[in-house]
């Protein structure tokens, strides 16, 4: 059996918003339950109030103008405004308002659908308040900022933005504002880095000159991220302007200055891919022009991969031996059993497999200069020797008796604090007075900062041509990972970065992977408190990794790289216990 329909009033009444009939001439005919609960009143009673009793003060011109409007024309309308409650607070409604004709075509009634938007008007107003605070914000930024679509629809520009050009939102807006902003040089690049990137939601940056509403370009850093929907995709992009001139100006004039700088070793022929302007760099080589005309002993210290066979090169081209050779030993890469005869040479049949006679290279080195490398690395029997030829400047061939005199300059270099050597017995002190004449110290990268960028557009220049590839500029993100980067193998880790990047980088613009130079440090104590607990077992633990390595400390398979700490770390523990690691070698 099917259920009759209810009464069209129970209907209205269950309809979700407020609801009332009007006469033609504005009389209050009916009102659903729910516009009798809002109020608070009665029919009877609403029909006494004004339209000043319910309307919010702020909304009553517009609500009233287009009442008049809706009688004068006949039209329908809807209206956005705001209705007090019977608790006194106002809420927003939205107003439907229908004319209802009889036969005639003539307005009888009024039918008005009120519907609570008032959540939704709040949030809008509370989006239109972050809106606001959020361009205040961006308006008081230094930088300028732009937002715009992946398909570089320009949506808004901070007033940095547009206190630099000149221009408006407006202006901004229009097809050629890329056009007119950017620098004719450098606008190929930046539509092509556009072109690529702003459908990808790949964040990148590049360092262009935007024109000013003086006329005049300035450098700046402009980086662009992106706005992600749900699926990962870009729906807005935030680029920010910073700008850079004064550090390109800095860069500028350090780039001539270095070039002043290699003009004038150039012209010396004495600073050959010594590359820097620093002031520790500077002291160095003010050091090197003042000792090279001279025959004094130089010793080289610094750590491993500053560049310190380069400062002896430089000393001996600028010194009165120049057209002689310059003879290189690097010791610790010699087994100590056969050091002395690369020295000093042999006679035939001084030892086992001597078929014939060989010079050594002090020998070889007569006239010029001799650089021995590593020299810390020398066993006590070998230092003993290398006195007697600072001393003498004579020394026989190994199984010969001839006395050889030799006029040789010695330089020197170590990694190894050799005072501390000294201290520990592992170096003759006698000898160390005769290596320590005149000390040069060189500065590890970290603290020659201001030298990075040169050498690295000094390496990359250099290995993209060794290659026959052309890099336009340098990624500042690379940039600033170079200068931040400790280099723990200072330049000489420096030069294998950039030479395998060069040989990986297909693009104008030359970056590393950062991954490269985020190496784990590791932690010797660490290490050591997992193997022992005391500070004899640690000394056991040295003594056993340094004859698993045959005594030595430094390369991939010595005692530094098993137990996974530094060099310089390693040897001063091997110091203070007074390990003689020597006895270690075959």
């Given at each position: 059996?099917?259920?009759?329909?209810?009464?069209?009033?129970?209907?209205?009444?269950?309809?979700?918003?407020?609801?009332?009939?009007?006469?033609?001439?504005?009389?209050?005919?009916?009102?659903?339950?729910?516009?009798?609960?809002?109020?608070?009143?009665?029919l009877e009673q609403l029909r006494e109030w004004t339209i000043t009793d319910s309307i919010h003060p702020d909304d009553l011109a517009h609500t009233a103008a287009t009442l008049r409007r809706a009688v004068e024309t006949g039209q329908p309308y809807q209206l956005d405004h705001r209705f007090r409650h019977s608790d006194g607070a106002y809420r927003w409604f939205h107003?439907?308002?229908?004319?209802?004709?009889?036969?005639?075509?003539?307005?009888?009634?009024?039918?008005?659908?009120?519907?609570?938007?008032?959540?939704?008007?709040?949030?809008?107003?509370?989006?239109?308040?972050?809106?606001?605070e959020l361009r205040e914000i961006t308006n008081a930024i230094p930088d300028g900022i732009h937002v715009f679509s992946p398909d570089r629809t320009l949506f808004y520009v901070n007033k940095t933005a547009l206190d630099y050009s000149g221009l408006t939102l407006e202006d901004a807006q229009r097809e050629d504002y890329v056009a007119r902003l950017v620098h004719p040089d450098d606008l190929q690049r930046v539509l092509e880095d556009q072109r690529e990137v702003l459908t990808r939601a790949i964040p990148f940056d590049h360092e262009i000159r935007l024109r000013g509403k003086d006329g005049n370009y300035r450098w700046f850093l402009v980086r662009y991220n992106p706005l992600l929907d749900d699926a990962g995709k870009p729906i807005r992009w935030y680029a920010t302007a910073t700008d850079i001139e004064e550090r390109k100006r800095a860069e500028e004039r350090t780039r001539n200055e270095n070039l002043a700088l290699r003009e004038e070793i150039t012209r010396s022929s004495m600073f050959e891919e010594i590359v820097g302007s620093s002031q520790p760099l500077r002291k160095v080589l003010d050091q090197v022009a003042r000792?090279?005309?001279?025959?004094?002993?130089?010793?080289?210290?610094?750590?491993?991969?500053?560049?310190?066979?380069?400062?002896?090169?430089?000393?001996?081209?600028?010194?009165?031996?120049?057209?002689?050779?310059?003879?290189?030993?690097?010791c610790g890469a010699?087994?100590?059993?056969?050091?002395?005869?690369?020295?000093?040479?042999?006679?035939?049949?001084?030892f086992t497999g001597a078929m014939q006679r060989r010079i050594g290279r002090f020998e070889a080195a007569d006239g010029g200069t001799i650089f021995l490398d590593e020299v810390g690395e020398l066993s006590m029997e070998t230092q003993i020797a290398l006195l007697r030829v600072l001393q003498e400047r004579e020394f026989e061939r190994m199984g010969g008796s001839e006395l050889l005199k030799i006029d040789v300059r010695v330089l020197t270099a170590t990694n190894r604090d050799l005072q501390g050597a000294v201290s520990a017995g592992t170096f003759r002190q006698?000898?160390?007075?005769?290596?320590?004449?005149?000390?040069?110290?060189?500065?590890?990268?970290?603290?020659?900062?201001?030298?990075?960028?040169?050498?690295?557009?000094?390496?990359?220049?250099?290995?993209?041509?060794?290659?026959?590839?052309?890099?336009?500029?340098?990624?500042?993100?690379?940039?600033?990972?170079?200068?931040k980067y400790p280099w723990p193998g200072n330049v000489r880790e420096l030069q294998n970065v950039i030479e395998r990047a060069v040989v990986l980088c297909d693009e104008p613009t030359f970056s590393v992977d950062e991954t490269w130079l985020k190496r784990p440090t590791a932690n010797f104590d660490s290490a050591i408190s997992r193997l022992a607990s005391s500070t004899d077992n640690e000394r056991e633990l040295i003594e056993a990794t340094l004859a698993e390595s045959r005594g030595r400390v430094s390369g991939p398979s010595g005692a530094s790289a098993k137990l996974g700490i530094p060099r310089q770390t390693l040897e001063s523990k091997i110091l203070r216990f007074g390990i003689n690691k020597h006895r270690f070698r075959p």
């Open positions: 059996m099917v259920q009759r329909g209810r009464e069209p009033s129970e209907v209205i009444d269950n309809i979700p918003g407020l609801i009332v009939i009007l006469t033609a001439d504005g009389t209050l005919e009916f009102i659903n339950r729910r516009v009798a609960e809002y109020f608070g009143r009665t107003d439907d308002a229908l004319p209802i004709r009889d036969a005639d075509n003539r307005i009888v009634r009024w039918c008005v659908l009120f519907t609570d938007i008032h959540e939704r008007k709040t949030a809008e107003e509370k989006l239109r308040q972050d809106e606001r000792v090279a005309p001279t025959d004094s002993t130089v010793l080289i210290s610094g750590e491993t991969g500053t560049g310190k066979e380069l400062i002896a090169r430089a000393i001996h081209r600028r010194s009165n031996r120049s057209a002689r050779a310059f003879i290189g030993l690097n010699i087994p100590p059993s056969l050091i002395a005869s690369e020295l000093f040479g042999y006679e035939k049949g001084a006698d000898l160390f007075y005769r290596l320590n004449v005149f000390p040069i110290e060189m500065p590890p990268l970290r603290e020659r900062t201001d030298d990075v960028r040169l050498l690295a557009e000094y390496m990359i220049d250099r290995y993209a041509k060794q290659v026959g590839k052309r890099f336009n500029n340098i990624m500042s993100i690379t940039l600033e990972l170079f200068q």
